[in-house]
């Protein structure tokens, strides 16, 4: 006679493996008051002596036609002190985040961080940036400068000039109960004055509309992230 099947999940070699997870970091800048104003006034600089609203020309049809004014993508290249102190804040946070991600394999200051492209977005009137990838990187960014008035409205549905990502596994099958619960189709992100949001470079998202009293101005990046060259750690990894 069998025994009964008793509890699976204290039965013995019962287990489940974890795949392809996917993790956001937040930090806030504690030096975000002292480098606010500065930052701000050198884009609106940028802002009035742009020809057109998005300077780069790239991806237009994903973006509003107005209400959105976009940078080149070399800001945080720019020499300006505050835009370098925020340099920093974002190179040792990716840093962390990395090391995390990969299991605390290597310790973040053996990791280098290059950020390859960054620009700003300062947008009001409705303004939004369409469902898109960030391309050429592993971990992407968000650094929020002025939220204005983004975020949830009394009147509910979506964020004001929102972080919108979107589950990478809704691809496949589209059928939805309590057992993949977990996986909920989009994920709209804390929006905070001086916050830090890191995400990776396959995530779908998109900047929702936005219209408030005052400009929502943040600034994104991408980055690669490298061992450092002659550590243990790159030895170990082969990583050039
Ligand atoms: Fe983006």
Redesign the pocket.
Known sequence: MTKPEGNASSSPGFRGVQAWPTMFFLRPWANHAAHRDAIIAFLRGLQARQERPVASGVAEGMKSPRGLHEGTFDLLRQPHESLTHLSRFIEETVAAAASIANGNEVPPDDLIVSIKDSWYHITNEAGF?DA???HGCSW?G?YYLEIGESGRQPGGGAPNGG?RFYCPFLTGGQYVDYGNRYLKGSLDMPLENGLLLLFPSYLL???LPYRGAQDRIVI?FNSQVHVRAGTAAAARLGER
């Open positions: 940036h898109h990838h960030h992407c968000i972080s998202h998109s900047g994104a």
